[in-house]
Structures are given as structure tokens and as C-alpha cells.
């Protein structure tokens, strides 16, 4: 191990936040019950349908193929911005005015809603309504910020471009050409908030079981029977609910989501002064580049935590750490002397549209495929499928459209190399082209 790993680093790929995950709620033996609900997955989506269902009165079991958790609920990198992957103006060309409005308008309302769930299930998660930044790459992404921001303005997110001489108000690097904040966005602990709203199911009746993979579901006039590795669940509804880890066992889910890995490190514990020099403001940060960079204050503001796609190929988890280092350094150079106490990695989910879904497929319902902003998405949409299914509130937005896939795939991403080596090449011309634009300035 060379120089740049704390000695008590571990190269096993265990999360920062992993010391808080849940553990022992584990309850169901294979038997005779008819559950009202069965839910296919115990991460934000499923325990946040799940709270749902108890609340109601139904008996609830959620099917876990690992371990409580496991995937990218407690992996993830604790940022809320309420961010779909393109502006509202771009997805009315292609969606339509209305329902662009409509999903735009739920997506504007993900940091109240998570705000609401914290205090309605008292779930103590170091969640922080704060600033956050987006840095632009090069002076070209600063003025695309720039014109479409008025779209977010007109429907009241409260932004602001901040040109690259204020910047240092929120970040303190100079490898981004001013940026966009964006101040009412969110951070948080995933495996304090995981770990919260699987105890507020367990206190509501939910059951769970773990190490439990689903093989087949089927239908019958009246129920649905899920064959898994534990035995047989027998239930009246189900919710696929298994988002960047859904089985290939579960093949029309499976071919309509695009696996794709993401990995974080975190430095050693710098100091709260030297992270506060860092981020003054405590500000959420990500980039415009195609192969982007996500990175924040640890909750206690003594660590940095960064994240990106160091590679769109298996590597080994400590080459992956050094290579978030190095991109973490472009950024930080200041953090040359900070040595990496984790490196870990999981899936987010794509879908070929790029925008979250939820609806139902042969009688099964599902929500799934975040796009990268999983932590209230998946939350809302978990929700929001919940009382869908009770009867209690209108399908969301993202249930308008169809979950497609594209001839030939099977699930598996294949493509992604090649796509990932194509998005790096263009972040390179942009950058090239900046850089030549500024010599002739010059």
C-alpha cells in the first residue's frame, strides 16, 4: 500500500458510512401469510413505500437480496439538489409542455418533501438545507448556467450565477470558470436516513427478510406467488422496488435499466478549519462535465467526501481510489498532503429517456431508474407509488411515460466503455477548445 492511504485504510470497499447502517430487523420465517404488499428491495425506495403501506394498515414484508441496505441507499453520496437531468425548457420539446411542467414541478418539491419526512419520522440524519454549486467547466458550460437559468427563476428556485472572481465564496479552487448556486438544496447521512425509516417499518409491523434473492414472479386471479432463494412469499401486491441492482431474474425490469458504477472516497478527518477554507458556505458541489465530479463536506465537516466515475470498467477498489484522488486533485491541489481512509462504489440507474419512472407491468408495480439523483427521488416516487396503490393520491408524473429499453439489450451494459472513453474525449475538446480561446484573448 503506498503513501497516500491512512493506515487503518481498508481495501475491501466498505462505505464511509457504513458504521450507522441497520442491522437486526431481520423477522420473517417462510410460512402460510398472505402479505397485503410484498416489496422487492429494502432500499429509499422500497422502506419509503413501505412506511406507506403500515401507516395504512396492511401487512407489509420487504425481500432483500443482500443485506438491509446493501445497494446504493447507504453507498450513495448524501447530496439532494431536486435536479432532473435536463432543463424544463428542453424536456418540453420533447415531452410536452404540460407534462414537463408537472414533472419539473415535483422535482422542485423533493427538498420540502424530504424536510417533511424528516420531522414526520423524527429521523436524526444530519440533514442540512444548504447551498449548492455547480461549477462550470469552462467558460462555454458558464454561459449555458447562464441562459437557463431564468427557467428555474420563473418557476422559484432561488439561484444565482457566481462568476469565477466569487467563487472562492463557496469553493475554494480555481479549476472551475464561476458556476451556479443553487441555495436551497440538501444534504445527508444515507445510512442515518436508511437506517431511520427502516426503524420506523419495523415499529409499524413491517417485516423484513434478507439474503433473499427473487427468482419469478406469477400471478394468480387474486395474488401474487414470488418463488425466492428462502422459499415461496405469497402475496396481494408487489412493488419492484430494486432500482441499479434488479436481478436478471427480473428481466423486464432488468432491460429496461442501465447499471452503472459510481465510487467515492474519503480523506482523512483535515480539521473543520481547513474544511470550512475549503467550502465556506458547508455548499454541495458538482460539475458540468460529462464524466462529472460530486463532492461535499463529511456531515461532522472534517472529511471530504468525493465522488465520480473513476471507470466504466471493473478495476480493483484501490486503483479506483487512486484514480479519485488524481481527479480530485485537479480540483483541490491543496489537498496534495490528505491521505484516503475509503474507497467504496455502487450502481446508479439509467434509464434510455434519463428520467426516473414508476408505474405497472402485468399487475406489478414499480418505481425505479433515479438517473444519479436517487436519494429523494427514489424517496418521492416510493412515497408517491404508495398512495398511488391505496388509492390515496393521483399517479406521479414520471408514470405518464412508458419504461422502455432498445433491441438487444439484455441488461447487460455492454456499451458502457465505449460511451464512457466517447464523454471523456468531448470533455477534452471542450477544455481544448477553452484553453484556445483564451490564448487568443491572451
Given amino acids: 500500500m503506498d503513501d497516500i492511504f491512512t493506515r487503518d485504510y481498508r481495501p475491501d470497499g466498505l462505505p464511509y458510512w457504513w458504521p450507522e447502517r441497520i442491522s437486526g430487523l431481520v423477522n420473517w420465517q417462510p410460512d402460510t401469510t398472505v402479505f397485503d404488499v410484498a416489496v422487492i428491495g429494502s432500499g429509499l425506495t422500497g422502506l419509503s413505500a413501505a412506511l406507506e403501506f403500515a401507516e395504512a394498515g396492511h401487512s407489509v414484508l420487504v425481500i432483500e437480496a443482500e443485506t438491509l441496505g446493501h445497494g446504493a441507499s447507504t453507498r450513495n453520496g448524501g447530496l439532494i439538489t431536486g435536479a432532473l437531468h435536463d432543463t424544463p425548457e428542453h424536456m418540453a420539446k420533447s415531452l410536452g409542455s404540460e407534462l414537463a411542467e408537472s414533472m419539473s414541478r415535483e422535482a422542485r418539491g423533493l427538498v420540502p418533501f424530504m424536510a417533511n419526512q424528516m420531522e414526520r419520522f423524527a429521523i436524526d440524519c444530519d440533514f442540512r438545507i444548504g447551498d449548492h454549486f455547480m461549477g462550470a467547466y469552462t467558460a462555454a458550460h458558464y454561459e449555458s448556467l447562464a441562459r437557463s437559468m431564468s427557467q428555474y427563476q420563473r418557476r422559484g428556485l432561488p439561484m444565482q450565477m457566481v462568476q469565477k472572481g466569487c467563487q472562492g465564496n463557496y469553493i475554494a479552487t480555481d479549476h472551475y470558470q464561476g458556476g451556479r448556486v443553487h441555495e436551497q438544496c440538501a444534504s445527508v447521512h444515507p445510512a442515518k436516513y436508511h437506517r431511520g425509516l427502516a426503524q420506523n417499518a419495523a415499529r409499524l409491523g413491517v417485516q423484513f427478510i434478507e439474503d433473499c434473492r427473487v427468482t419469478e414472479v406469477s400471478r394468480t386471479a387474486e395474488q401474487f406467488r414470488l418463488q425466492t432463494t428462502r422459499g415461496t412469499v405469497t402475496a396481494r401486491r408487489v412493488l419492484m422496488a430494486t432500482n441499479g441492482y434488479t436481478s436478471p431474474a427480473l428481466s423486464w425490469y432488468r432491460r429496461r435499466i442501465v447499471p452503472m458504477q459510481s465510487s467515492i472516497i474519503a480523506t482523512e478527518e483535515l480539521g473543520a478549519e481547513r474544511m470550512a477554507s475549503l467550502f465556506p458556505t458547508g455548499a454541495t458541489v458538482n460539475d458540468t462535465r460529462r464524466i462529472l465530479s460530486y463532492f461535499r463536506p463529511s456531515p461532522d465537516g472534517k472529511r471530504l467526501i468525493y465522488g465520480g466515475r473513476a471507470t466504466f470498467r471493473p478495476i480493483d477498489i484501490t486503483e479506483t481510489a487512486r484514480r479519485l484522488r488524481r481527479m480530485m486533485l485537479t480540483i483541490f491541489p491543496q489537498l496534495a498532503d490528505a491521505k484516503i481512509s475509503h474507497c467504496w462504489g455502487g450502481f446508479v440507474a439509467f434509464t434510455f429517456d434519463f428520467l426516473p419512472h414508476a408505474g405497472q407491468q402485468d399487475g406489478v408495480d414499480y ?24 388509492g390515496s393520491a393521483a399517479p406521479s408524473a414520471f408514470e405518464a411515460r412508458p419504461l422502455t429499453t432498445r433491441p438487444f439489450y439484455t441488461g447487460n451494459p455492454w456499451m458502457l466503455p465505449a460511451i464512457g472513453e466517447y464523454f471523456r474525449i468531448r470533455d477534452r475538446i471542450d477544455y481544448a477548445l477553452f484553453r484556445a480561446g483564451q490564448k487568443r484573448a491572451a
Avoid: K, N, P
Avoid at 367 to 390: D, F, K, Q
Fill in 367 to 390: 418505481a425505479m431508474g433515479y438517473c444519479g439523483s436517487g436519494v429523494a427521488m427514489a424517496s418521492w416516487l416510493g412515497h408517491r407509488t404508495a398512495l398511488r396503490m391505496l
